[in-house]
């Protein structure tokens, strides 16, 4: 039998139970009720330049593989930096944009792209999706194509093929190694260490302030209006741009409300704060986080020790908070290796970004190195 590709502009055309056997269920912001939410509540479409392209592999009618992708217009949201690629093509009378991209719109969180259901069939069903990828990116004069935040299997994919060049990352995680409590875990720090967050969490009660931990059924509306409120003060502070509407929450809180996790701080019997996670099968993801008021330490509760004792408590294996942050490495969060795929079409760019990235990646390597010598653990 054939494969057929087909290009949809909407998720909306294809069935939930066919994308998410695809997809599976490990990793939430591939699954199709994140993404169908994003194109149901303006998240991405033409006001924030990210305009959806799913490539769908069929044979016989049936979905047997899959890779969604938008056409960017801008470089906002992606987390990976390509600013200064942008620039050189400006300065050489290039137009760098539109560029497509494999990513979750906002979300710097690792995961699969290449969506197969049949790991025997993985390699040659992603050549013949990454070949349409590549014939429509020429055909529309688009600059390049990115895959981002890739897992093992699509990164060991991309790092075969001459067509693509990889892009080193680092982000911070946490593991957890069979934990049985919070104060297991930080039995397994350094005394400096494990001094630090006592004292960090002994303020933040001592300050009066209480947590409760909610999921997509026990969140009303309003603690979605509150939530909403905390998330675009963030933007306000930071002059950025809240792209994701209570809505948006409000309809994943429907579709996903196993996967939510919001973690809401109280003081006298008002909220303060707020930060939101998505957990997957294994993993925690934190997102958003946002406050009215400030709290000594608040925010390293809220993000980051409310969330390491959710997963020790859930048997989680893993806790990813989020993107940068050095601060993170002294509560448990390691340097790990992130990585993205690369296809310029410009021959000469080609060339200069390889050079660019060859550089880059041993200053990374070195940087990882270095942060790793300040481990917390003994």
């Avoid at 044979?59 to 620039?87: Q, R, T």
């Avoid at 600059?143 to 994919?157: M, Q, R």
């Avoid at 982000?171 to 004292?199: A, E, G, M």
Wanted: charged share 20%; glycine share 6%.
């Amino acid at each position: 039998m054939s494969i057929s590709i087909k290009i949809n502009e909407t998720l909306s055309t294809i069935s939930a139970t066919e994308w998410n056997l695809l997809a599976g269920n490990q990793f939430p912001f591939i699954q199709y009720e994140f993404l169908i939410a994003l194109e149901n509540h303006g998240a991405v479409g033409k006001e924030f330049g990210w305009l959806p392209h799913y490539f769908l592999a069929y044979e016989d009618e049936h979905l047997i593989g899959a890779i969604p992708a938008y056409i960017k217009f801008n470089s906002y949201g992606e987390f990976v930096f390509d600013w200064a690629w942008a620039d050189a093509y400006q300065r050489s009378n290039l137009r760098y944009y539109p560029k497509l991209v494999t990513s979750i719109p906002y979300t710097p969180a690792t995961g699969p792209r290449i969506l197969v259901n049949e790991d025997k069939r993985y390699k040659e069903i992603a050549d013949i999706l990454i070949q349409a990828i590549l014939s429509f990116s020429t055909k529309m004069n688009i600059s390049s194509y990115h895959c981002l935040f890739t897992n093992n299997k699509d990164t060991a994919y991309f790092a075969e093929s001459e067509n693509f060049m990889m892009r080193l990352g680092c982000q911070f995680h946490w593991t957890n190694q069979n934990y049985k409590d919070f104060p297991d875990y930080l039995d397994q720090l350094t005394s400096k260490k494990r001094k630090q967050i006592k004292r960090e969490r002994r303020i933040v009660k001592e300050q009066g302030i209480e947590f409760e931990i909610l999921n997509g059924h026990s969140a009303t509306d309003e603690h979605w209006e509150i939530y909403h409120r905390f998330y675009e003060s963030t933007f306000e502070r930071k002059s950025g741009m809240p792209t994701l509407s209570k809505s948006f929450f409000q309809e994943i809180a429907q579709t996903m409300s196993e996967n939510i996790v919001l973690v809401f701080a109280k003081y006298q019997d008002e909220y303060v704060a707020s930060a939101f996670n998505l957990r997957g099968t294994d993993a925690l993801y934190g997102r958003h986080w946002g406050c009215s008021e400030d709290f000594d330490n608040l925010h390293f509760e809220a993000c980051y020790y409310q969330g390491l004792e959710y997963c020790i408590n859930n048997g989680l294996k893993y806790f990813e908070p989020g993107a940068q942050g050095e601060h993170k490495i002294a509560r448990g969060f390691l340097p790990t290796k992130t990585w993205s795929a690369h296809w310029i079409a410009h021959p000469q760019f080609k060339q200069s970004i390889e050079h660019f990235l060859k550089h880059e990646t041993e200053g990374i390597l070195q940087y990882i190195e270095d942060l790793n010598q300040h481990s917390p653990f003994k």
